[in-house]
């Protein structure tokens, strides 16, 4: 019965360092290639995409946050080759900038993949909402590793190390 008491203490601590590591004030600054997320005027990450490949689609009111800010929304335009340039959803990871395709979700997030818009559940931590009407919570950490992209031929997504927001980036505040 010890072991039990510990191993749930553990999942406990464990479960508030994960949640404790996103703060409440994050701020998302925008260019085609980049999306940078800092707090306090640190930077915490940034997702960035390779040639062939664009954000898109932010609005006025930029990436969608999570409701518990561990998550973002992103549309991704690309791979502008002749005859091709699909539109797809994508979720970046807050904390490392890691970038999961809408595609991928099943095999990363364990999610729906989907080819069509989809958003958050107000309120619901990281609760994705389909036109159908399902939602599923993102698990957080990720229950398996998303892999460091690279950038093959200038159609893929590469990883790049964290970098500060470039100056002509297009800031939101959240």
Same mark, same amino acid.
């Given at each position: 019965?010890?072991?039990? !008491?510990?191993?749930?203490?553990?999942?406990?601590?464990?479960?508030?360092?994960?949640?404790?590591?996103?703060?409440?004030? +994050?701020?998302?600054?925008?260019?085609?290639?980049?999306?940078?997320?800092?707090?306090?005027?640190?930077?915490?990450?940034?997702?960035?995409?390779?040639?062939?490949?664009?954000?898109?689609?932010?609005?006025?009111?930029?990436?969608?946050?999570?409701?518990?800010?561990?998550?973002?929304?992103?549309?991704?335009?690309?791979?502008?080759?002749?005859?091709?340039?699909?539109?797809?959803?994508?979720?970046? !990871?807050?904390?490392?900038?890691?970038?999961?395709?809408?595609?991928?979700?099943?095999?990363?997030?364990?999610?729906?993949?989907?080819?069509?818009?989809?958003?958050?559940? $107000?309120?619901? /931590?990281?609760?994705? +909402?389909?036109?159908?009407?399902?939602?599923?919570?993102?698990?957080?950490?990720? /229950? /398996?590793?998303?892999?460091?992209?690279?950038?093959?031929?200038?159609?893929?997504?590469?990883?790049?190390?964290?970098? $500060?927001?470039?100056? $002509?980036?297009?800031?939101?505040?959240?």
């Amino acid at each position: 019965m010890i072991w039990f !008491r510990r191993a749930f203490s553990f999942g406990a601590l464990w479960l508030g360092t994960c949640a404790a590591n996103v703060p409440a004030n +994050v701020h998302v600054s925008v260019t085609k290639e980049a999306v940078s997320f800092d707090a306090n005027g640190a930077v915490l990450s940034t997702a960035v995409l390779c040639p062939g490949f664009a954000f898109d689609q932010f609005g006025e009111y930029g990436p969608k946050l999570s409701p518990d800010n561990h998550w973002a929304l992103v549309d991704v335009q690309g791979p502008f080759t002749p005859g091709n340039v699909p539109r797809t959803e994508a979720l970046v !990871r807050v904390v490392t900038g890691e970038l999961v395709f809408a595609p991928n979700f099943p095999a990363y997030l364990d999610v729906p993949a989907t080819l069509v818009p989809i958003s958050w559940a $107000s309120g619901q /931590r990281a609760t994705l +909402v389909y036109p159908s009407g399902k939602s599923v919570t993102i698990p957080d950490p990720p /229950r /398996r590793p998303i892999p460091a992209p690279q950038c093959i031929r200038g159609n893929d997504l590469r990883a790049a190390p964290a970098a $500060s927001p470039a100056p $002509s980036a297009t800031p939101y505040q959240f």
